[in-house]
Structures are given as structure tokens and as C-alpha cells.
């Protein structure tokens, strides 16, 4: 599992959308199966669109305004910090590329190769929060924790949720992909869909579903390949209000034919579910709703099931077919208690490293140009 760390200089993702702590991307399992790759090339860390993997986001359905929009020149993102306005009436655009300002004060705790833990902490005039993200691995599993406390002096609500950003490399997107959704799609719901490619999304077992509010089906697939000119947007708000009178559970499933894929299950119940494909991506994205009063916290958190082709019905354990240990790649940071000793054998590194190593209460940290995927040899700290 690589893990992107936050950093307003050197990190992935620099925009004003997506949760900074959420770049989680690519996943491999069993060493060959590669999961949540980059989509959009050339990446560009300014850019609001161009997230990895998880890229979760706080906001959207009803395009609710972030915290303290309609006040000023400036806003409080979640999971980013403090963006600035083109103009103070400017209406907000989730993909505009606003200038972050303040992204507050990140801290990373790596204490293993199988768990690695992000803060941020940001005040913003009567406003204010510390934001938790855990991420930990076991077996084929990647555990996903986030905490929200509100230490300022007004409530904080917002929407949440993951893009899920699912591909497998150099797999294109089309007829191989399934998706197990956990209500039912019918006929009426997939004409909702919009877009260049809104009529490809299909069954399964290749029958259209009814246009009963009963009747539908939960499986579907493409019915061709995805081209650069295709996009498909779908908002299943009607199979929602369905599935929130049953108390359907907060999970899905995609998966390809050939390969394998994976189930994710949340622990809060979901109140709106969005489907978005392109060529390059697919994404399922289900929200949940966050409200934290002033001194209050909540938490969430997601279990992402991996598995290979003909293991699907081994999601729910811990492990699948013996894979390799677990870990949790940070490029340019390791824990010292398990990647120091393979340094030592690289030579280059020997005297950078026997040089920061005696910082007291810090983290070794090797800054990569994450742009160009190359690690250059410069050498900084985190905070513990």
C-alpha cells in the first residue's frame, strides 16, 4: 500500500478538494496484481481533479458551501485547510482551482511497516478542528480510521466520502469490470445516468432490470469499452431512498474478470451513492454525513477487502492464499525500526542517514519529487 504524506512544497496532491492524508495509491496484492494507479497524465499536484485512489473529499450532494464560504476572501477545506477565493461573491466550484493558504499543521507517525498515522490540526476564526487519519494493513485487508474533533466554537457539518478511484493497470475500462452494489438498480435509475457514455452501464447477466420499485438488480457491468471521449455520471438517489428504509449496509464490490478486485464496507450507513467512470477510472462512491459540535469528536472508519481472481469468496478473512507481509510504502519514509538496516547496505546513503539519525523525536524523512518519481538526496524531519 503506498501512502502519499501531505506536504504543501513536495506533496502528491496540493489542491483544494480532496482530502490531503487520502492519497493512497497504487495497492499491490500478491506482488503483480496493481490497483489505484494514477488515472490522469501528466499529474499535476496543483490540479483539484488529479487525486489517487482513496481520494477522499469532504462535501458535495447539494454542492453544500465549505465552512465560512459566504464570509470572506477565505474558507476552511476539511482534510485541506484554508483556501482563498478568486473574488469574495464567487460562487463555489468544487473543481476550481483555489490557492491553499494555510493547510495547517501535519504530523505523520510511522511506528511499523503495517500502520502509518496523519494529523492535522488548523484554527480558522471561530473555527477550528484536529483531523485523524489511520491506515493500517493486515493480510490482504487495509484498514481506513479517521477521527474529526471540533475545537472551535461552531459546528462543523459536511458531507464525506471516498471516489474509490479503481483501475487495474493497463486494464482498460469496459465489459471485463463488475460492481456489486448493495441495493437495487432499476431500469429508471440507470436513464438517470448522464454523459457521452450514460447508456453503457448494464446488467450483468445482461437482463434489464424493471422499471418496478421492487424489481432491479445489483450487479452490472459495461457493455463496451471506454473511449477518451466517453464520461458517465450517475446519481442513484431514488434506488437510495429505497435502500435507506431497508437499512441496507454501507458496501460494495468491484472486481475484473481476469484479475480480482475488491469489497469495501463502512461503518456508518451511507446517504447517497454517485457512479463515475471515464476511460482511465471508475469510481463508486457512497457519502455519509459528518456533524461535530464544538468539543465534540466523531468518528468513521472503512475495512478495503483485496483479493485475486477465484479468492473472492475469502474477502471477509484476514488473509488470502498466504500473501507476502503487509506494508505500507511512504515514498521517501520509512520506520526506523524496520527499513534502517536495509539502508545501511545502499552506500550512497550511509552518511545522510547517520546524520539525521540522532535528530531526537523525529522521523527520517527523504523528500521525493513525487511529479517526476524520482527521490532526489535531500533530507528533512517530521514531527512526531
Known amino acids: 500500500v503506498n501512502v502519499y504524506l501531505p506536504d504543501p512544497h513536495t506533496g502528491y496532491y496540493r489542491a483544494c478538494r480532496f482530502d490531503w492524508s487520502s ?22 499536484p496543483y490540479n483539484p481533479e488529479h487525486g489517487i485512489g482513496m481520494a477522499e473529499e469532504f462535501g458535495m450532494p447539494g454542492a453544500v458551501d465549505p465552512a465560512g464560504y459566504a464570509d470572506g476572501h477565505e474558507f476552511l477545506k476539511l482534510g485541506v485547510g484554508i483556501c482563498k477565493k478568486p473574488s469574495v461573491n464567487a460562487p463555489y466550484n468544487f473543481s476550481f482551482p483555489y490557492e491553499v493558504t ?21 484554527s480558522f476564526g471561530d473555527m477550528g478542528y484536529a483531523y485523524e487519519k489511520t491506515i493500517r494493513v493486515e493480510g490482504s485487508k487495509m484498514i481506513i480510521q479517521n477521527s474529526l474533533r471540533n475545537v472551535g466554537s461552531k459546528p462543523l457539518y459536511s458531507w464525506s466520502y471516498s471516489h474509490n478511484l479503481f483501475q487495474i493497470e493497463k486494464v482498460p475500462i469496459g465489459p471485463g469490470y463488475e460492481f456489486k452494489l448493495p441495493f437495487n438498480l432499476t431500469l429508471s435509475d440507470l436513464q438517470s445516468c448522464v454523459g457521452p457514455a450514460a447508456s453503457i452501464l448494464v ?14 438488480q445489483k450487479n452490472f457491468t459495461f457493455s463496451r469499452i471506454l473511449t477518451p471521449e466517453d464520461i458517465l455520471y450517475c446519481d442513484f438517489a431514488a434506488a437510495m431512498l429505497n435502500a435507506n428504509s431497508k437499512g441496507t449496509p454501507n458496501s460494495f464490490e468491484v472486481e475484473h474478470a481476469e484479475y480480482g478486485g475488491m469489497r469495501k464496507v463502512g461503518s456508518h450507513p451511507f446517504k ?13 462512491e457512497p457519502f455519509i454525513r459528518v456533524a461535530v459540535h464544538p ?21 471477509s478473512e484476514a488473509s488470502v492464499r498466504d500473501p507476502p507481509p503487509p ?14 538496516p536495509t539502508f545501511l547496505l545502499i552506500a550512497p546513503f550511509i552518511v545522510i ?16 519529487s513525487f511529479a517526476q518519481r524520482t527521490p532526489p538526496l535531500v533530507s528533512a524531519s517530521l514531527p512526531v
Open 23 to 44: 492519497m493512497i495509491g497504487p495497492v499491490t496484492l500478491d506482488g503483480d496484481i496493481r490497483f489505484f494507479d494514477d488515472w490522469r497524465k501528466p499529474h499535476d
Open 102 to 122: 494555510d493547510p495547517g499543521q501535519w504530523n505523520v507517525n510511522m511506528a511499523s511497516s503495517e500502520e502509518v498515522s496523519i494529523e492535522q490540526t488548523i
Open 203 to 216: 446488467p450483468s447477466d445482461g437482463v434489464a432490470p424493471q422499471l418496478a420499485p421492487t424489481a432491479g
Open 272 to 284: 447517497a451513492f454517485h457512479f463515475y467512470s471515464v476511460e482511465s477510472v471508475v469510481a463508486l
Open 295 to 315: 468539543g465534540e469528536k466523531e468518528s468513521w472508519n472503512h475495512t478495503v477487502h483485496f483479493y485475486p481472481l477465484g479468492d473472492k469468496d475469502d474477502v
Open 327 to 340: 506494508v505500507i510504502h511512504v515514498p521517501g519514509m520509512s520506520p526506523d525500526a524496520v527499513w534502517f
Open 353 to 368: 542517514l547517520a546524520h539525521y539519525y540522532s535528530a531526537p523525536r523525529t522521523i527520517q524523512t527523504f523528500i521525493c
